[in-house]
């Protein structure tokens, strides 16, 4: 792995959320750091991820679009072999659609080359409130929406008005 253990590339991610130490049995809390842990060092990858992507594409983004984690992941809870549950969310203004399509095209194919299960969405705040009107899975991983990258500002909002709906 290059660059420190807890910051591998997305190619190396596989390789790297397998070599965690497992948590020690028994152990209070174990489990719980264990997966943390694997969050972190899924978080660090797409992170860069994210910066080479926001590079490739000539966008610079840090406001009006994020990359976040949602299910399992958003709740730091997966295990080494979990899927890679991401939303790329958009304020619907500040990228117009060939742009946003390139964004996440520099996203989502990296993790597909670098065989990573991932279950990907691209939606606007009002699409992710509309989603989660209709389809009772996917507003359960909503409500659980963490930034990864971008405007966290953005992602936040998102998890808001999924959570304002459904009280």
Sequence with gaps: MTGLAQRPTVG???QARLALPAPVPGEAGAGARY????ADLTDA????LWAGAARATGLGV??????TAVGSLGRRDGGPL???????VHD????????????????????????????HAVRSLEQCRQVASADL??????LDVRAVAGDAALAQAAAGAVLADWR
Excluded: F, K
Excluded at 35 to 38: G, I, P, Q, T
Excluded at 62 to 67: E, P, T, Y
Excluded at 82 to 88: E, F, K, V
């Design 92 to 119: 619907g203004r500040t990228l117009d659609g060939a742009a946003l399509a390139a964004l996440a095209d520099a996203l989502w194919y990296p993790l597909w080359d670098a065989r990573l299960d991932l279950d």
């Design 12 to 14: 190396e991610l596989r």
């Design 35 to 38: 997966r943390r842990a694997l």
């Design 62 to 67: 840090d406001h009006g679009v994020a990359l």
């Design 137 to 142: 899975p996917a507003a359960v991983g909503l």
């Design 82 to 88: 979990s899927d890679l549950d991401l939303l790329l």
């Design 45 to 48: 990858a797409l992170a860069d």
